[in-house]
């Protein structure tokens, strides 16, 4: 598990590859990530918007962007939490991922949570670093 607090914001992501989705002979793995983001401040918040920036074995960068997650804007009061699981494909067996939520506060005042930057990767491979 990652975890990262923001301003009273924690965000924690557990990455799980799933092989059942993926077509490694298609240069095609999938990982699903379930994030919980928990208010820990004293002042209600809602997500507004995601961003991600996911960078594949190979080093190339896609950025991700848009309003809310899975659909959803959550409003989150002082000790709440709020869970959801999404996925994300890739061309290489492995990458990153890192990114922020956009939260605006009962005041109006607009934050960024940060997600810790994450690992993805497929389970019992060796990897080797030169």
Request: aromatic share 10%; glycine share 8%.
């Amino acid at each position: 598990m990652y975890r990262e607090t923001t301003d009273g914001i924690e965000v924690t992501v557990r990455p799980d590859f799933l092989d059942e989705e993926s077509e490694p002979d298609d240069g095609r793995w999938f990982w699903a990530y379930t994030v919980v983001i928990a208010n820990h401040s004293e002042e209600t918040v809602q997500l507004e918007s995601r961003y991600w920036r996911i960078t594949n074995a190979l080093g190339a960068v896609e950025e991700v962007s848009g309003p809310g997650v899975i659909g959803e804007q959550p409003v989150l009061s002082p000790g709440d939490s709020f869970q959801y699981t999404s996925g994300c494909p890739l061309n290489t067996p492995s990458g990153t991922m890192v990114g922020h939520y956009v939260m605006r506060r009962q005041s109006g005042e607009r934050m960024r949570a940060r997600v810790p930057a994450f690992s993805l990767d497929v389970p019992n491979v060796v990897r080797t670093i030169n």
